[in-house]
């Protein structure tokens, strides 16, 4: 049944291009496509990452954006076309790996450094550890362009089909998003999900089984670094390059809202919150005053933490609870 | 046979003209033009932000939103001083709102965000508001990016060649941030002051440094004839402030954001040392030009009660100075965009106008305005401590006059490529 949905949801998103196209003027189909659902996609992915962590192994960690940053400066750095040229040579089919791969080792890194920390203590170091890079990128000119980044990220061809076509770009982000979420529902049933679960649950009980509790976590943190490689690599190119800001303060705490509004009890949350955030994001300046958009935006968010603390998708499981209890009252 | 007119009738008849006196501009007008302008009204920048959609407002009411026989609908988007922001608010301008001119962005790193996207655009034309990165058009420009304000590097002209020749200084410490903006403006100060002849030390600090004192001390003990301070905001105050304190007495040489109203207002015993410092840059509080009186006076009388400032931004005068360069083309064109705004970009990069300072621009090759810089020098007039121009270099281009290959094969400016190249003798 659940399995049903869920193809059911990736056709859906498959022929929304369509639908969009038919209901829309052409130019604001391909906003729509490219720009608020591609980049819901894009950072959706990111957000997913730490979801993961969070609702598989009970760690908040602020260091996504980063990790995604470092996977996307990697991008830039070794790729050819970039401006300005650090390393350059790199074709996309070489150094989009190397991103990924980047972007996993800090994932572990990150994950050694907080391996023993929890709750607000691993916020925090890993929000030390965003800013810390944050800086680095920022004041750094020979590897990273300091505070102007790197720009002219333009993304791959494939088989003649250009990358900055919101057609192709919206089919990759997505191909790329249905295939991390399924490794992630099927990584969460395998041995390994399990024990993260149970460390969550329970550290010491874990450990008293045999289980080498600081390796897991670590490598719970290098899958999700990994994760949020995928998305670090997509965004550079959806932004035609980064800049320092892309892993700043605000674009941390992004992350983190999109995760927490969307609900931290399943990985499509992310995607549910990302999305809320983008059309906010993008419209809340139409919808209301250009000088205070960002009030509305924070009402919102206030109001879905408040009505429903696990997010979007606790609103689902309230309204089903009540339902079945009416059934029963019956 | 009397005439009677009932009420209807007189009701109905004039109703009819009433509608006709309406309706016919409409038919002789077009479309409305949508000018997208992005600024940034978030995070550290906000008020000069404020400030440039201020001056852009007012500049519309004057001529009643209208040019070239079109009506001119300004449609506004803010970002946070981020590159990708301001990519994501351009694309909602151009995709969503359909506009077909940006007037924007604020900041460097943002203005080469937006040139780059506007390399993807066809039929859209992005006019820079007041980002100053050199880098926007000097390398890599794009063919639907204009730029009628100056940039970091520009606004240090004729400082190098004063501090040389009218103060007679051979040797000067250079005290600056550590990061692309100051790299941009000691690389324009020392391109002149070498060439003329004079030597510097250079003494770096990184951005949100708030002690100097090991640095002024040096920079006190040494034979240095004056101390060229390029920081930005807190980092600024903090050095002038210790310098003051450490009793230094040099004379003090600024780059463009020392010498501004958010410093001289902040109190504090760097005010004393800041009297009589000199600056270089695209703006002063006190010109005396009969366009700039008339602008400052305009702009008091229109937004001193609404928050206004005493004198108008850097922000406010470049994005207005850039908007005068789209008026301008669209006059020229007679608000034609068609044939993808090929006639409008022509006419942009063909544009020569006078900004708000009174500065003559023009346009190069890259469509990087060349435009008049003025020496400025910090006096108390009126009670209060301002920014008053004493000269002024015209006629500035991008790479200060000198060849371009050479300029460019200089490389970008950096920690360790400041422009202090001795003239080849």
């Known amino acids: 049944m659940r399995r049903g949905l869920a193809i059911a949801a990736a056709l859906g998103l498959l022929a929304l291009p369509w639908l969009l196209h038919a209901v829309l003027p052409a130019n604001q189909a391909g906003f729509w496509m490219g720009n608020i659902l591609g980049r819901a996609l894009v950072f959706g992915i990111i957000a997913m990452s730490l979801t993961f962590l969070a609702t598989y192994g009970g760690f908040v960690s602020l260091a996504q954006m ?40 800090m994932g572990l890194l990150v994950g050694a ?26 004041t750094n000119i020979t590897w990273f362009n ?35 979420f399924a490794a992630v529902m099927y990584l969460v049933r395998s041995p390994f999900g399990l024990v993260l679960q149970g460390i969550r649950d329970n550290p010491r009980r874990v450990s008293a089984l045999g289980y080498n509790v600081a390796l897991h976590r670590i490598a719970a943190f290098g899958v999700a670094g990994f994760i949020a490689g995928c998305g670090g690599v997509l965004a550079t190119i959806y932004n035609i390059g980064i800049s320092p800001g892309t892993i700043g303060l ?64 606790g609103v689902g499981a309230r309204l089903r609870r009540l339902l079945t209890r009416r059934a029963a009252d019956k | ?154 606004w240090m002209a004729g400082l190098g060649n004063h501090v040389f020749r009218n103060m007679n200084i051979r040797e000067v410490a250079v005290a600056a941030g550590d990061y692309a903006f100051p790299y941009a403006q000691v690389f324009g100060f020392n391109i002149e002051y070498c060439r003329a002849g004079g030597r510097v030390q250079h003494y770096w600090a990184p951005l949100g440094t708030t002690d100097f004192s090991a640095q002024i001390a040096q920079i006190n003990r040494s034979s240095a004839g004056a101390v060229v301070v390029v920081h930005g905001g807190t980092d600024g105050l903090a050095f002038m402030t210790q310098y003051a304190q450490s009793g230094g007495n040099k004379p003090l040489i600024a780059g463009s954001i020392m010498a501004d109203q958010t410093m001289l207002s902040a109190r504090g015993p760097h005010r004393r040392v800041m009297v009589g410092m000199i600056s270089g840059g695209p703006i002063a509080d006190v010109i005396d030009d009969p366009t700039w009186r008339e602008f400052v006076e305009r702009y ?121 190249v001795p003239a080849a003798s």
């Not at chain 1, 980063?66 to 074709?91: D, H």
């Not at chain 1, 499509?268 to 250009?290: C, E, H, K, P, W």
């Not at chain 2, 038919?27 to 600024?39: D, E, H, M």
């Not at chain 2, 009670?383 to 121009?389: D, F, P």
Request: with cysteine; net charge neutral.
């Open chain 1, 66 to 105: 980063m990790i995604a940053g470092v996977a996307g400066y990697t991008l830039a750095i070794f790729v050819e076309g970039a401006v300005p040229r650090i390393v350059g040579g790199a074709g996309y089919a070489l150094a989009i790996p190397l991103g990924v791969l980047a972007a996993t080792l």
């Open chain 1, 113 to 138: 450094i907080a391996v023993r920390t929890r709750d607000i203590y691993l916020l925090m170091i890993t929000l030390a550890l965003s800013m810390g890079v944050f800086r680095f990128v920022e």
């Open chain 1, 146 to 180: 300091g505070y102007e980044g790197i720009r002219n990220v333009v993304g791959p061809s494939l088989w003649g089909l250009d990358f900055r076509n919101p057609w192709v770009f919206y089919h990759v982000t997505l191909g790329t998003a249905v295939l991390l």
């Open chain 1, 250 to 313: 605000g674009a941390t705490v992004n992350v983190l809202i999109m995760a927490v509004i969307g609900g931290l009890g399943h990985p499509v949350g992310a995607f549910l919150g990302s999305l809320i955030f983008t059309v906010f994001d993008t419209f809340a300046a139409t919808i209301y005053d250009r000088d205070r958009f960002n009030t509305l935006i924070g009402l919102v968010f206030l109001v879905i933490v408040l009505a429903s603390p696990d997010g979007v998708l």
């Open chain 2, 1 to 154: 046979m009397s005439i009677t007119t009932t009420r209807r009738a007189t009701l109905l008849g004039s109703a009819g003209l009433a509608g006709a006196a309406l309706a016919s501009p409409a038919i002789a007008q077009r479309a409305p033009i949508r000018l997208g302008g992005l600024t940034t009204l978030e995070g550290p920048f906000a008020t000069g932000g404020q400030d440039s959609f201020r001056c852009v407002q007012m500049e519309l009411e004057r001529i009643n939103s209208t040019v070239g026989g079109r009506r001119i609908e300004f449609i506004r988007e803010s970002s946070n001083a981020q590159a990708d922001v301001a990519l994501a608010r351009a694309r909602k301008l151009i995709e969503q709102d359909n506009v077909d001119i940006i007037l924007g962005p604020l900041s460097g790193a943002e203005g080469i965000a937006l040139r780059d996207y506007s390399r993807t655009l066809t039929g859209k034309t992005i006019v820079n508001g007041s980002s100053g990165a050199a880098d926007t058009t000097l390398r890599n420009p794009s063919p639907n990016f204009f730029r009628f304000s100056t940039d970091g590097t520009q």
């Open chain 2, 300 to 420: 008091r009388r229109r937004w001193l009660n609404e928050g206004g400032f005493q004198s108008p931004s850097i922000h406010g005068v470049n994005y207005t100075t850039n908007l005068y360069g789209i008026l301008h083309a669209l006059r020229e064109v007679d608000g034609d965009l068609g044939n993808n705004q090929e006639a409008f970009q022509r006419a942009l990069a063909a544009a020569r106008i006078t900004a708000p300072t009174g500065a003559a621009v023009r346009l190069d090759h890259n469509r990087q305005a060349i435009s008049d810089i003025f020496l400025n020098r910090i006096e108390e007039r009126d009670g209060r401590a301002q920014v008053v121009a004493f000269a002024r270099a015209e006629g500035v281009n991008q790479t200060l006059n000198t060849p371009e290959a050479q300029f460019l094969a200089l490389g970008a400016p950096s920690r360790d490529n400041p422009g202090c």
